[in-house]
């Protein structure tokens, strides 16, 4: 079974704090993983990562790659509430038919 | 106008009826999705089509058909709509070349 696993299912923190989101997959032959941000209703997309050990950055917000060890994080430095949402990671690749599996989520909540 | 369009956006309906969610695109992409999303479970692919003569099951279609009426076109039908069919319907689109994909607003259905 195609198995994408995110970890913690949730996390609350204080404003100004850095979290650590991770994603770990089962397969090691795959296209990419990507991360969503889901606050209110439609997933908007983050980041795509396809090559193993190159930081992708964005603002705040930065995500790598382990392709060795099957798995990536999620950074988030100097938290805002505006960061509080629901974080998907989603992999596709042959060995799961090139389609994307999302995993469940990490739920995160950033006090004031 | 949005890229991906579902609708309806919020539908009560009752056991035993059936039920079509729609989806339309306009982006020109060849690989369209449906996904459902519980609390807790992130999001689960329903039925996902490839091209206009390619359809394909994901993890739990049972009790789910789709039909691909044209490239931006994708509709998910419920035959016979159950409680445990309450959820929120994502459709989603994606580029031959497997970049990002962009997802609907949703659609809440509640089966009572």
């Known amino acids: 079974e195609d198995k994408v696993v995110q970890s913690p299912l949730s996390l609350v923190v204080h404003e100004g704090d850095t979290v650590t989101l991770n994603c770990s997959y089962e397969v090691t032959n795959f296209r990419s993983l990507l991360w969503y941000k889901q606050e209110k209703k439609a997933p908007t997309f983050l980041f795509m990562l396809?090559?193993?050990?190159i930081e992708k950055k964005s603002g705040r917000l930065s995500s790598i790659l382990d392709k060795k060890e099957l798995f990536s994080i999620l950074n988030i430095t100097a938290t805002q509430t505006g960061d509080s949402a629901v974080y998907l990671c989603?992999?596709?690749?042959?060995?799961?038919?090139?389609?994307?599996?999302f995993g469940a989520g990490t739920i995160l909540r950033v006090k004031s | 106008d949005a890229d991906v369009t579902q609708t309806p956006r919020n539908r009560i309906t009752k056991t035993g009826k059936r039920i079509m969610l729609e989806c339309s695109q306009t982006k020109g992409h060849d690989r369209m999705y449906w996904y459902r999303q519980d609390p807790g479970l992130g999001l689960r692919l329903i039925y996902y089509?490839?091209?206009?003569?390619?359809?394909n099951k994901g993890e739990i279609s049972d009790g789910y058909s789709v039909s691909r009426q044209a490239q931006a076109k994708f509709s998910l039908s419920l035959e016979s709509a159950i409680p445990n069919q309450t959820a929120l319907y994502f459709c989603?689109?994606?580029?031959?070349?497997?970049?990002?994909?962009?997802f609907g607003q949703g659609t809440r259905l509640t089966v009572v």
């Open positions: 396809t090559s193993s050990g």
């Open positions: 989603a689109t994606q580029s031959r070349d497997r970049t990002e994909a962009f």
């Open positions: 989603a992999v596709e690749g042959p060995q799961y038919g090139n389609k994307l599996v």
């Open positions: 089509s490839f091209d206009v003569k390619d359809i």
